[in-house]
């Protein structure tokens, strides 16, 4: 067991606070909700991955546990205030987050489904330092340009798919960052389709479906699997299909 007064994780458990209603309806009829707020999750030091299907929960309990820490809906750092349209659940209301004692409240949340509105957040709001135009890069460049400006101490970092438009190489340099990250004493949490951002080194994967949330290991994912027989025989698949 970790000594508390050693420990440095910015978040080391989330479990159901005082305030689930009990006709609590959606999310908690989500399997993968039903679990966290039955039996809590322990988040360890590094990278954890949730791994599973669209509509598995995955995205949701991401999103809600970066509320719940602290950080913007849409995007951004503990700092970030910019909002267009409310569309998070309530789950992050009835959450509680056990942090660690003394550790720097810093953290960053990476949704890629807002990050044009997050980068006109930025516009309008400069800070002090050296930073792009955005809005000026391609998806690709724009990403790798935030984790090379927002990403840089430790600190407790949610991403929702980040992968989306993202090249091979620019995954690959998305899991040296968060790879690195970890290392470094910072504690990432990830939900991801990609069986590249899986595979970064010592990540805690869970498995995110009907059963809830399971630990698992890289070769046992079932989206390993399906790609590792799709990129040896596409057809496979591609005949129920066309």
């Known amino acids: ?9 910015p978040v080391r ?5 005082p305030d689930v209603p009990d006709d609590a309806g959606w999310p908690r009829t989500v399997p ?6 039955r ?9 954890t991955v949730l791994i599973g299907e669209n ?15 602290g950080l913007s809906p849409e995007g951004g750092s ?23 004692v ?4 810093w953290g960053f949340f990476l949704r890629a489904e807002t990050m044009h509105g997050f980068y006109s957040y930025l516009a309008d709001n400069p800070g002090t330092g050296d930073e792009p135009d955005f809005h000026a890069l391609s998806h690709g460049e724009s990403f790798l340009a935030v984790l090379r400006t927002r990403f840089t101490s430790p600190g407790f970092y949610c991403l929702d798919e980040p992968e989306s438009g993202l090249s091979f190489s620019a995954q690959v340099a998305l899991v040296s960052t968060l790879h690195e990250i970890g290392q470094a004493g910072g504690q990432v949490l990830c939900a991801t389709h990609s069986p590249l951002l899986a595979a970064i080194p010592g990540a805690q994967l869970v498995e995110v479906g009907p059963w809830g949330l399971r630990p698992t290991t890289y070769d046992d994912l079932e989206v390993v699997a399906h790609w590792r027989s799709y990129l040896d025989e596409p057809m496979r698949y591609l005949r129920h299909v066309l």
């Open 102 to 105: 003394g550790v720097r409240r």
């Open 39 to 47: 039996d809590g999750l322990d988040l360890p030091a590094g990278v």
């Open 78 to 100: 503990i700092g970030a205030r910019h909002s267009t349209r409310r569309t998070e659940s309530d789950l992050h209301e009835w959450l509680r987050i056990e942090r660690s």
């Open 13 to 17: 458990r989330v479990s159901a606070g």
């Open 55 to 69: 509509g598995s929960g995955k995205s949701t309990l991401v999103e809600a546990i970066a509320i719940a820490y």
């Open 32 to 37: 993968a909700v039903d679990h966290l707020l």
């Open 1 to 9: 067991m970790t000594d508390a007064r050693w420990d440095r994780r």
